[in-house]
């Protein structure tokens, strides 16, 4: 199992581009997320998708939108890049167990908005 | 949404049993206790999870008082490789939890 994978590792746009990440798990969980970490800081819930076709609003939505294409992939767009948006970002996907779960990450993507 | 306050940093030396605790009041009935591990420019990793009580696993130990209202993490005989920031989320499902700043763990040899 490759677990969660991110495309692209690093990134830079200029202010205004738009550009989408992409996130895959083959891991068959139902639930996946998108984090923003900015240096220091911990990480912020962007998006996040209970199950195929539905989606969710996090802490910090402004600015994105996401796409649960299928159970394995859940990418998340950026429409107009702003220098706000410069962090890393990390995909993530559940698994449940009875009423415990256990989340797991990517390797994440390192995005710069000059 | 339960918060959680932990350490800002720690420090510690190899082969000593490092604790962290963490601090979660307003804890609600059906909230786990999870605890992550993140190396610099990794994702989190899971650490460990429970409920109630004392959780052991490979790496490390999990005590829960019977409050609920606190919680310790415990690695036995620290190396320099667990140098990471340690994250405590308490909440009921994923989707709410919430990562605070975690503790900067810092091992020297």
């Known amino acids: 199992n490759a677990g969660v994978t991110q495309t692209p590792k690093f990134q830079v746009l200029k202010t205004g581009q738009s550009m989408t990440l992409q996130c895959a798990q083959d891991m068959n969980h139902n639930s996946m997320y998108w984090y923003r970490q900015d240096p220091g800081m911990g990480l912020r819930l962007i998006y996040y998708?209970?199950?195929?076709?539905?989606?969710d609003k996090g802490e910090v939505p402004n600015g994105y939108n996401v796409s649960r294409l299928n159970k394995r992939e859940f990418s998340l767009r950026l429409e107009s890049a702003a220098p706000s948006q410069t962090s890393v970002y990390f995909c993530?996907?559940?698994?449940?167990?009875?009423?415990?779960?256990?989340?797991?990450f990517g390797p994440g993507t390192r995005l710069t908005v000059t | 949404l339960a918060k959680t306050t932990q350490p800002i940093s720690m420090d510690s030396y190899e082969g000593q049993e490092v604790n962290i605790t963490c601090s979660h009041n307003?804890?609600?009935?059906?909230?786990?206790i999870t605890w992550y591990q993140q190396f610099p420019s990794q994702g989190p990793r899971f650490i460990i999870q429970g409920y109630k009580t004392k959780v052991t696993n490979e790496v490390a130990s999990l005590f829960i008082p019977a409050d609920r209202k606190s919680s310790t993490l415990s690695l036995p005989r620290v190396s320099l490789s667990d140098t990471a920031v340690y994250y405590c989320l308490v909440g009921e499902i994923t989707d709410k939890l919430i990562f605070g700043t975690g503790t900067r763990l810092q091992v020297f040899p």
């Open positions: 998708s209970a199950s195929e076709g539905t989606t």
């Open positions: 993530a996907s559940t698994l449940f167990v009875g009423r415990a779960y256990e989340q797991y």
């Open positions: 307003n804890i609600a009935t059906n909230d786990y």
